[in-house]
């Protein structure tokens, strides 16, 4: 099993930045492909980011490219999404999830953290 905790979320005003955390305990993450979700009230969970095991290979939302960094850190057992340029559309729960294969489905992942709010507002 492993076990996923975010970290990092909170409120920033529009044009702000926060940087997101999800450490892994438990079984080996590292072979672990990692994706960031979101579910905005009132919305169905979407597809964020989510990088390969080695962290070579990223894939991002239209709707969050150039503005979102994914990253991780094997030796820390830590995958970081960095927003910048944060707007009031990106409000939402934010989750992490880790799955054996690289994919944007969330259906695929196997593990889930339990989220962490982000609102950005004036």
């Known amino acids: 099993q492993v076990q996923l905790v975010e970290s990092g979320g909170g409120l920033a005003h529009p044009g702000g930045s926060l940087r997101l955390s999800c450490t892994a305990s438990g079984r080996t993450f590292t072979r672990y492909a990692v994706g960031w979700f979101r579910q905005a009230p009132g919305k169905e969970r979407e597809f964020v980011a989510a990088?390969?095991?080695?962290?070579?290979?990223?894939t991002y939302a239209d709707s969050v490219k150039g503005r979102f960094t994914i990253s991780r850190d094997n030796a820390k057992n830590t995958v970081y999404l960095q927003m910048n340029s944060l707007k009031p559309e990106d409000t939402a729960i934010y989750y992490c999830?880790?799955?054996?294969?690289?994919?944007?489905?969330?259906?695929?992942?196997?593990?889930w953290g339990q989220g962490t709010q982000v609102t950005v507002s004036s």
């Open positions: 999830a880790g799955a054996g294969i690289y994919t944007v489905t969330s259906t695929r992942y196997d593990y």
């Open positions: 990088i390969t095991w080695t962290g070579g290979g990223t």
